[in-house]
């Protein structure tokens, strides 16, 4: 078998990648069905959170200029100029009679940025699940970095460590690990191992949770990172890449999808999410699964930990008038979901779907709530409306003296049994 490029393959569209992983003996394995499936959910998610990125640009841009005293029709003026800067688009375009934009550079280093990652790690992805069905042939991972001038610190320092297959490390470094990453694994048999110059380490009494920084206003998050034992330095992905893509990719982009939104006007925001998640079946099933995750690994040591679950809809933000929120997005945060762990009971396996799809949206004074179907009867989800956004804050049973609520979306005259 001759050698195999993954990084040339990456650059293919799908049936010559495989036509080309043929060509060098590699016989692929998957259901190419759900490949194709797969892809399309990915495909469509990331249009969404790249068209959220861009009007997200747009809308900020519009605000400082009416804010600086300036008009519309100077802002359409500067528009173009101020997609340049963004790095969202390139020069030598051209609009044609209906205004469309056209043209050869219409792929800034920007949206190449979001092209390659998402390549990458849809590449990854595929290579995880393989390397999962031959874990008992090839038990043991070699973590393996490029090593030239552009080779990140962390990731040479760990080119050529072998773990474990089942250790845990590979749930925080599995590439790959920051925006261009070019690191992948190799899978060993106990042979190869046997020959390797290192040999097998351990991530046991090694991992460790940082809080590291993320977005632009100085917030940290909680991150799983490993401690060298020789040199001491703390080793992690790089923010936004802590999470093993082959474990939950579709997922993750579902988190900076509503990540993204949790950051621009609210109304936005919410067509955006709903646009994204409404019919990307795959998408909201996969974020339903990490959520439950999620929950069911909860610990005190958790705290300040958080998962983004859904968003409210456009028709609701409108109800509620402008300047009411300050994001649409809504949140778990680990200390109250924490608490909340047992009486959301099976809500928590299908919460994004629950707050996607509700019976209603009812406001009690300043507080909201979404009704959602649980069993023979309903649940409530509270929210708190809070300075960053949406906190879901508790969850109980539906009760009569609830339909007194002001309903904002939804219809709940089908009794307590509606679904």
């Known amino acids: 078998m001759g050698d195999v490029s993954a990084g ?16 060098k003996g590699l016989q692929p394995t998957l259901a190419w069905s759900d ?6 959910a990915v495909k469509f998610t990331v249009a969404g959170i790249t068209k959220l990125d861009v009007l997200s640009d747009i809308q900020q841009s519009l605000t400082g200029v009416l804010q600086n005293g300036g008009t519309l029709s100077q802002f359409q003026d500067d528009l173009i100029p101020t997609l340049r800067r ?7 375009l051209v609009a044609d009679e209906h205004g469309e934009l056209q043209g050869k550079k219409l792929m800034p280093y920007r949206l190449d940025t979001i092209f390659r990652t998402n390549i990458q790690s849809a590449y990854a992805a595929g290579r995880y699940q393989q390397q999962m069905r031959t874990v008992a042939q090839r038990p043991y991972w070699e973590y393996d970095a490029v090593m030239d001038s552009r080779t990140r610190p962390v990731h040479a320092m760990l080119n050529g460590r072998v773990f474990a297959a089942d250790d845990p490390i590979w749930a925080t470094i599995y590439p790959p690990n920051g925006y261009r990453c070019r690191c992948w694994v190799r899978a060993l048999t106990q042979a ?40 001491g330095h703390i080793l992690t992905p790089d923010a ?25 006007e609210p109304g936005l925001a919410a067509v955006a999410v709903r646009e994204t998640l409404t019919g990307n079946n795959r998408l909201v099933s996969a974020m339903n699964r990490d959520t439950e995750a999620w ?13 983004r679950v859904g968003a409210l809809s456009p028709a609701v933000v409108s109800r509620l008038g402008k300047g009411a929120l300050s994001s649409s997005v809504i949140t778990l945060d680990a200390d109250r979901t924490l608490a909340l762990r047992e009486a959301g009971g ?3 396996a299908r919460l994004v779907s629950a707050l996607l799809r509700p019976l209603a949206v009812l406001r009690h004074g300043e507080v909201l709530s979404v009704v959602t179907a649980a069993g023979d009867g309903r649940a409530l989800i509270g929210l708190s409306a809070e300075a960053d956004g949406l906190y879901v804050d508790s969850v109980r049973p539906w009760t009569a003296a609830d339909a007194g609520d002001d309903v904002l979306e939804g219809d709940l005259s089908g009794g307590d049994d509606a679904a």
């Open 86 to 92: 963004k790095g969202w688009l390139g020069s030598g």
């Open 35 to 40: 490949m194709k499936d797969e892809a399309h």
């Open 346 to 348: 099976g809500l928590w």
């Open 240 to 264: 936004g890449f802590h999470l093993n893509p082959g474990r939950g990719y579709l997922a993750g982009l579902g988190q900076t999808l509503l990540e993204k939104g949790a950051q621009a």
């Open 192 to 231: 190869q191992l046997d020959r390797h110059p290192v040999g097998l380490e351990s991530s046991a009494g090694r991992m460790v949770t940082i809080q590291q920084p993320y977005g632009t206003q100085g917030e940290t998050r909680p991150v799983r990172a490993y401690r060298d034992p020789v040199t």
């Open 295 to 307: 929950i069911n690994g909860l610990t005190p040591q958790s705290s300040g930990d958080f998962r």
């Open 8 to 23: 040339f393959a990456m650059t293919l569209p799908p049936e010559k990648a495989i036509g080309y992983f043929k060509s």
